[in-house]
């Protein structure tokens, strides 16, 4: 339970910092004459420093297993990289939307005539748009009890023997 509700945690404070990071970036970046949706990725950047930052400070996170918890962000990766979106969807004459997650997808990139896969749409300088959603949590979620269960179902076999 507790590592569901500081998750819950983690979910409100990233959704509220990048809200109100946006937008100051956002009337900021017009302000001074910049397109700012080619500049969001300075808002994740931003909202990751501040994120590590508060949580350092206000000593949060210490309900996890590190190792288990790295363990299910390196699956989270490995498999939007490696599992293709095998049904995009067409957008517009030659745009299409890809989305990458499994079991929930969680990212999703606008391309022009882009590839199944993660990696090739990343680096074709084709990706015209993106979107993160909410399956991140779910499919870390997910991800962590597994591996938590497995552990301990491992721990129990080796106390029997």
């Avoid at 206000?58 to 918890?69: Q, S």
């Avoid at 490696?82 to 391309?111: K, R, V």
Wanted: net charge positive.
């Amino acid at each position: 339970m507790r590592i569901t509700l500081e998750t819950l945690r983690f979910i409100i404070i990233v959704y509220t910092l990048s809200m109100i990071c946006g937008v100051i970036a956002s009337l900021t970046f017009s302000r001074i004459g910049l397109y700012p949706e080619k500049y969001s990725w300075t808002v994740v950047v931003g909202v990751l420093i501040l994120l590590f930052l508060l949580y350092k400070k206000m000593g949060w996170g210490k309900d996890f297993n590190k190792t288990i918890l790295w363990t299910s962000v390196a699956f989270i990766v490995l498999l939007a990289l490696l599992i293709p979106d095998n049904s995009p969807t067409h957008l517009h004459t030659a745009n299409y939307s890809y989305s990458y997650g499994f079991p929930f997808p969680f990212l999703t990139l606008h391309t022009e005539n882009g590839s199944a896969f993660f990696i090739r749409n990343l680096f074709s300088g084709g990706v015209t748009s993106w979107s993160a959603g909410i399956g991140l949590f779910g499919n870390f979620l997910l991800y962590y009890f597994l591996i938590y269960f497995l552990i301990e179902i491992l721990k129990n076999n080796q106390k029997r023997l």
